[in-house]
């Protein structure tokens, strides 16, 4: 992934910003939570699904190499055709090449943050090939040259009169911001597309192994009509992805659709058996899977490797206050939220290590996590990471390395402790700092901080006071 | 990459991993659903109704037949496509709408790659498809559709307006339910879809919005035949 030119906390200023967008993604993220809170509490054996989820995750990763296997040999036998793909490059060349083959000139694609994350879309438009994004949220992105801010919401910080905004500068129509009105104009717009696509493109929900199908989410029924109507199917798959039977298919299924809208299941739950058969009505004629690496076996052998289990529901991201605030944009990661925090830097590297010190750690994304994922304890390893590699910025070496010296000597320690009881009878104001000097100055605009006591710990112990 | 070298830095990584839970498995399932028909399908009609399909109940194809026309006659042209008669519910029902002057579209699409975008392109133009079910989910108000022969995909896809014909013997109560009576569902085609209401988004301003790529009318008529 390219660096940014900002730094996160530029981001975060700019995000900080913008009210209307700031309001936007508030609510959006609000709505989401709740839906998941009540779908949640209505699911008869709540946290036990989430325990057996949790533990086909752990299976299927804990066996990888074994299941992988099993799946490629299924999705051959099925005559399909598998491309095993380091990274993005060797991933894009892949698709790159069948679409010139076949003389590709027209890309339908269904939501996929994969194909976010590897910039498939602008490697094959520098092959002069078009590429339209269907769902109706990635649809605006593209349109308005944006960037997805949620990874089940890409819209989530537009609000509707910023969409017909765009759908009249960018398809000339008439401003309208009913919802209703701006879905027609994008469903008559887009159908000519699926019928003529040469190719659809779509990530993969799940992959199952045992029967070599591939499983695409979606409710507005793109993924399916890209998936039907174009003669080649492309499915680009995390490695990560599987699932080994039919039956835990079905489990993550309902966990996924209730943790990401508060559905029961999504509109489609499509299974995917290879490409059309001998005698179907319709469907693809060839179906490829990517199964990408892209960094991931090296987050299998680390030990942050339980981000792994994550399925992209985007639980995390409705209940975090830190998302809330600044949304999906200042993340400057397809991956935003604590999952993104977590897995950003292990993808994309160094750029990306301040994301999981924009945490307080208060554990609302553990709490939603349909396959229980310690978000707060990863964050807390990849921050400790960090520091162990040396990588943490110099102003927070300095202070540690000060901090750690003083509190191995007894007389330095009191020594600081002492001019900090003497700076606190100057300047604090009735036992509160009101401001902070230098750069903590921002820290205390709106809060007070408490001064030291005017009697350490110790010296109460050494002479326990006479009143 | 080859995919020998592949797997190899995945069982590499997985040699120093460090996976909570990846020992224990569970063998605890959820308790059976003894629920009698009835109920199921009163559960059914209910759920369906709660994600917006419209459901009719029909006492025998007769019936059934005449909600299809009411449907049909509902539009402003009498185009239908759909599955071939021997894969639906109601008997010959091609030939008994034909007599009643409804046009079926064909809807095999060929593999020749100009053929192929005409046919789709023809397709488009018919606003109501017809398909039977292979099962339905309770729990969810779903349908289950496979792409077996004479089961093409687009007559769900497609069309405005989906009519979905489901006899009471395919109802089953959960997902993981039909998956375990069913296991070969998941093998018998190129495509199983489960179905849950028509199609929608809410992604603008999270506002629910019907009918974006897929159907955005979902009538499911169920036929009473528990004696099939
Ligand atoms: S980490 Fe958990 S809550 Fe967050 S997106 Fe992944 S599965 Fe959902």
Known sequence: MAVTELSFYDRISDALAKPEGQLAIAAGARAKYDNRARAMSEFPNMEFTRDRARRIRAQTLSQLDKFLAEFADNVEALGGHIFWAKDAQECNQYINEIARAKNVQLVAKAKSMLTEEIFLNKSLEDSGIDVVETDLGEFIVQLNN????????PILHMTREDVGNVFKEKLNVPFSDDPATLNAIARAHMREIFLKADMGISGVNFGVSESGAICL???????????????IHVAVMGMERLVPTLADLSIMLQLLARSATGQKLSVYSNILCGPRRKNEYDGPEELHIVILDNGRSKILGSTLSEILYCIRCGACLNACPVFHSIGGHAYGSVYPGPVGSVLSPLLFGEPWNPLPHASSLCGACKEVCPVDIDLPGLLLKSRSQQILEG????????SQWIYAITSCNPILFRLALRSGQVVSRILANDGWFTTLPGPLQGWSIHRDFPALAKKSFRQLWDKPSQD | MKRAHFLQKVSSAIGNRTLPEQDETSTRQNAPSTADLQTLINKFIEEANAVKAETHIASDDDVALETVKQLLNNQTNNKYMSWNDSCLPIKNLGQRLDSADYLRYQSIVPRDTTERTRAHIKLAEVSVGI?????????TGSIVLESKPGQGRLSSLLPAIHIALLTTDQIYPTMENYIKSQPEAGYNSSNLIVITGPSRTADITQTLTLGVHGPGKLHIIIIDKVDR
Request: some cysteine; overall charge positive.
């Open chain 1, 146 to 153: 944006d960037k997805p801010s949620h990874i089940i919401a």
């Open chain 2, 131 to 139: 398909t039977g079910c292979n099962a339905a989910l309770a729990d």
């Open chain 1, 391 to 398: 990588k943490s910025p110099l102003w927070m070496r300095l």
């Open chain 1, 217 to 231: 989410v979606t409710n507005e029924g793109n993924g399916r009509l890209i998936s039907t109507a174009p003669r």
